[in-house]
């Protein structure tokens, strides 16, 4: 991520990231030495089987490819590794020193299939597991990535369904590449990339991150965006402390630059939601675990979203399931046409790496259109308004129409402006009302309601009243339009207000009977 984008006379500085954010002191580094190896190792003897994966990988900084080092120690390397790992299943302290030994003396690709092992192990870890169950692992790794994949594309092509053919992005790295992304990096990294095992990854000497923003925005506010990882983040964790992890990250209600934006950061160490606003990070929501804990092959998602009472709402999933969420009741984080692309990135961290990336994805996620869907707004004021006396369509004073009274989360209702922004593409039927009164002494006077769509004249409904002579009270007029929209359309009501002379305007008054009203007519769109 970059800040200051605009700037012509040299390149914009990178987001400094401030190390308490990420839970890791910034001079931190994994430790090597047997007795910080044999710390892990009596931790993991108290630890979940994605606990053990997590500190040994990290700690052996992981990062190739489990597949591809299986493909290149071959069968006898398998047989090793197994054998290893059952050794771990049956973990216990008497044999701390024999793990450290096993530990110390693999090499980078054999620590990496511990990894995946340990990672898939689950039910049977605790003393039950073998070298076969081990075996097994392996090989359904790939057909669980492969499971998670089609499960991700349907999902999104049902939300895309319901966003009223909403944008839907799928990029699965065995054949697609990152061609198009609006890419950036940090510290040591210097690129994103995918490998000739089908699989984005980091490119980097050391700490550093790696962003890449797609192209295309989504229609509306409402995204899930979402990864598969093949390989969990290097992590290092001993005496039950979480000391550093490398990260991923899942980038929605960005802008283009990705300079501004909400993003989900997902490591064996922890879940948080951060916003963005012109490269300064903030965090909105955390939760640290006591054991690391990530699940490789899984679907890792961040919904970005409305709660009931139109507040941004963000949530990080797992294959479904809700980890963290955060609601923004004080608007810090930004939405609307200019903050809806989406994106990921990878993060090398206190010497640990971040993950291979299998897939990649995002969607609309707007609910769909229920006919009915309203807004009303009504005018309070009691004031009396003079008109300025044209023939011409002219925008409601504003602020006339001040007070909501109903509003679904398909609207947005600006009353400083009278502007009523929907966020589904639908047929509408909209009324406008007030109450206006003819000056007296005019010979004549037209009125007219008008409604405008993005700024542009739409259409009005006008009257004339011939010696209207001194009336003692005001005239309730109102009008109704049928209209198709699409998401990211707004609405504002207007007047047309005319006399035979300057001298005799017309006036308007609220006062509780002046209503804009738009209420979802069909579901259908234009076009």
């Given at each position: 991520?970059t800040i200051d984008?605009s700037?012509?006379?040299s ?10 954010i990420?839970n ?12 910080s190896?044999?710390?892990?190792a009596?931790?993991?003897s ?5 606990g053990v994966?997590?500190?040994?990988v990290?700690?052996l900084?992981?990062?190739?490819s ?9 069968q ?7 054998n ?17 030994t096993?530990i110390?003396?693999?090499?980078q ?6 990894g ?9 870890f ?7 169950d081990a075996?097994?692992?392996l090989?359904?790794?790939a057909?669980?990535i492969a499971?998670?994949?089609a499960?991700l ?18 990029l699965?790295f065995?054949?697609?590449t990152?061609?198009g992304?609006t ?6 990294a ?15 000497s050391?700490n550093?991150?790696g ?8 229609n509306?506010?409402?995204?899930i965006?979402s990864?598969?990882?093949y390989t969990?983040p290097?992590s290092?964790?001993?005496f039950n ?10 980038i929605g209600?960005?802008?283009?630059a ?12 922890n879940?948080s ?15 640290n675990y006591?054991?690391p804990?990530?699940y ?6 961040l919904?970005?979203g ?5 507040h941004?709402?963000f949530e990080?999933?797992?294959?479904g ?7 923004d009741?004080?608007g810090v984080t930004?939405?609307g ?11 090398e961290?206190?010497g ?17 259109p ?6 009303v707004a009504?005018?309070?004021?009691a ?9 011409n369509?002219?925008l ?5 129409y ?13 009353p400083t402006?009278n ?6 593409s ?6 406008v ?7 007296s002494?005019?010979?004549y006077a037209y009125f007219?309601?008008?409604?405008f769509v ?9 009257k004339?009243v ?8 005001f005239i ?7 209209v198709?929209?699409?998401a990211?359309?707004?609405?504002q009501p207007?007047f047309?207000?005319y006399?035979?002379s ?8 609220a006062?509780?009977n ?9 579901v259908?769109?234009?076009?």
């Amino acid at each position: 991520m970059t800040i200051d984008y605009s700037s012509a006379t040299s390149d914009p500085p990178a987001v400094t990231y401030d190390p308490s954010i990420h839970n890791v002191p910034t001079s931190d580094s994994p430790s090597v030495n047997p007795m910080s190896i044999i710390g892990r190792a009596n931790n993991l003897s108290t630890g979940t089987a994605s606990g053990v994966a997590g500190a040994l990988v990290g700690g052996l900084s992981a990062g190739a490819s489990p597949f591809a080092a299986l493909a290149s120690f071959g069968q006898a390397a398998l047989g090793a590794v197994a054998n290893i790992a059952e050794l771990l299943l049956k973990l216990g302290v008497t044999v701390i020193d024999d793990v450290a030994t096993l530990i110390t003396q693999a090499v980078q690709g054999v620590a990496n299939i511990i990894g995946a092992i340990l990672q898939g192990l689950g039910g049977i870890f605790g003393g039950s597991g073998s070298a076969s169950d081990a075996q097994l692992v392996l090989q359904a790794t790939a057909a669980t990535i492969a499971s998670t994949n089609a499960q991700l594309q349907a999902m999104q092509a049902a939300d895309a369904a319901d966003s009223n053919n909403g944008i839907n992005v799928f990029l699965n790295f065995s054949n697609a590449t990152l061609s198009g992304f609006t890419e950036s990096f940090t510290g040591a990294a210097t690129g994103l990339e995918v490998n000739s095992s089908g699989y984005a990854q980091l490119v980097t000497s050391g700490n550093g991150t790696g962003v890449a923003i797609h192209p295309t925005p989504t229609n509306t506010d409402d995204q899930i965006v979402s990864a598969i990882y093949y390989t969990a983040p290097g992590s290092y964790h001993f005496f039950n402390l979480s000391e550093g992890a490398g990260y991923n990250t899942l980038i929605g209600r960005s802008d283009p630059a990705g300079t501004t934006c909400v993003y989900a950061e997902v490591s064996p160490i922890n879940c948080s939601i951060h916003n963005v606003v012109s490269g300064v990070d903030t965090v909105l929501a955390q939760v640290n675990y006591s054991a690391p804990t990530f699940y490789a092959g899984a679907q890792y998602s961040l919904s970005c979203g409305f709660d009931g009472n139109g507040h941004p709402f963000f949530e990080v999933y797992v294959n479904g399931s809700p980890i963290l969420d955060f609601t923004d009741t004080n608007g810090v984080t930004n939405h609307g046409a200019g903050y809806r692309n989406c994106g990921f990135g990878l993060a090398e961290y206190a010497g640990m790496v971040p993950s291979q990336v299998a897939s990649f994805g995002f969607v609309d996620n707007a609910p769909g259109p229920v006919v009915g869907d309203l807004c009303v707004a009504q005018g309070t004021s009691a004031t009396a308004i003079t008109l300025p006396n044209t023939i011409n369509a002219a925008l409601a004073p504003g602020s006339y129409y001040d007070s909501t009274v109903t509003q679904t989360s398909n609207y947005t209702y600006d009353p400083t402006t009278n502007k009523l922004t929907v966020h589904k593409s639908c047929i509408y039927t909209v009324r406008v009302t007030t109450q206006w009164v003819p000056k007296s002494g005019a010979a004549y006077a037209y009125f007219g309601i008008g409604l405008f769509v993005n700024g542009l004249l739409y259409d009005n409904d006008v009257k004339v009243v011939v010696s209207p002579g001194a009336l003692p009270y005001f005239i309730e007029d109102s009008a109704v339009f049928i209209v198709a929209l699409n998401a990211g359309d707004y609405l504002q009501p207007g007047f047309v207000s005319y006399s035979n002379s300057a001298s005799y305007e017309n006036q308007i008054v609220a006062a509780g009977n002046a209503s804009f009203i738009c209420a979802i007519s069909n579901v259908g769109t234009n076009g």
